[in-house]
T-cell receptor, first 113, second 110 residues
């Protein structure tokens, strides 16, 4: 396994711009999760997919946030009209069909100026 | 609601033991433990399913008290590599999201 891959690792953007992050899960993992982590805090759940179906969204996920997993493989997380409060580490995790051990990627660190 | 972890921080000398606790107000299906080093991804340590089992590998073990909805992580004969922030993640149903605690920062010194 090559592990969960996230790109880019760092993103600096200006307030009001749109950003998109990509997550490639471990091969054959059918569940994929997005979390957000701010300094000194544990990861906070945003949304998750089982195959291509988005099954749950957190209230944290305002209408500016959207996530897709069109073919049940990689996923993208888009933030529109970024705000300074969106600055955080965005983590992706995947888990296999059996059990729910979630394996995390290294994350994308977003800085909104 | 976020699980509560204690202590918030602990400093150990190499070779000492530590216990990290995680308490939830909800009935849990499982508890997951992760260690995260600064700037890195959380790394999975172990999962405990309801049933009160205890698990361990090497010098790290954990228990889950289903009646109290509490889990404890035991680190024995700590090594420098154990330094990092430990998070418990709780799950209330199968194959669902994890709700993470606020973390326990562990520092192991010589």
């Amino acid at each position: 396994d090559t592990g969960v891959s996230q790109n880019p690792r760092h993103k600096i953007t200006k307030r009001g711009q749109n950003v998109t992050f990509r997550c490639d899960p471990i091969s054959e993992h059918n569940r994929l999760y997005w979390y957000r982590q701010t300094l000194g805090q544990g990861p906070e759940f945003l949304t998750y997919f089982q195959n291509e179906a988005q099954l749950e969204k957190s209230r944290l996920l305002s209408d500016r946030f959207s996530a897709e997993r069109p073919k049940g493989s990689f996923s993208t997380l888009e933030i529109q009209r970024t705000e300074q409060g969106d600055s955080a580490m965005y983590l992706c995790a995947s888990s296999p069909r059996q059990g729910n051990i979630q394996y995390f990627g290294a994350g994308t660190r977003l800085s909104v100026l | 609601q976020q699980p509560v972890q204690s202590p918030q921080a602990v400093i150990l000398r190499e070779g000492e033991d530590a216990v990290i606790n995680c308490s939830s107000s909800k009935a849990l299906y499982s508890v997951h433990w992760y260690r995260q080093k600064h700037g890195e991804a959380p790394v999975f340590l172990m999962i405990l399913l309801k049933g009160g089992e205890q698990k361990g590998h090497d010098k790290i073990s954990a228990s889950f008290n289903e009646k109290k909805q509490q889990s404890s992580l035991y680190l024995t004969a700590s090594q420098l590599s154990y330094s990092g922030t430990y998070f418990c993640g709780t799950e209330v149903g199968t194959a669902s999201k994890l709700t993470f605690g606020t973390g326990t920062r562990l520092q192991v010194t010589l």
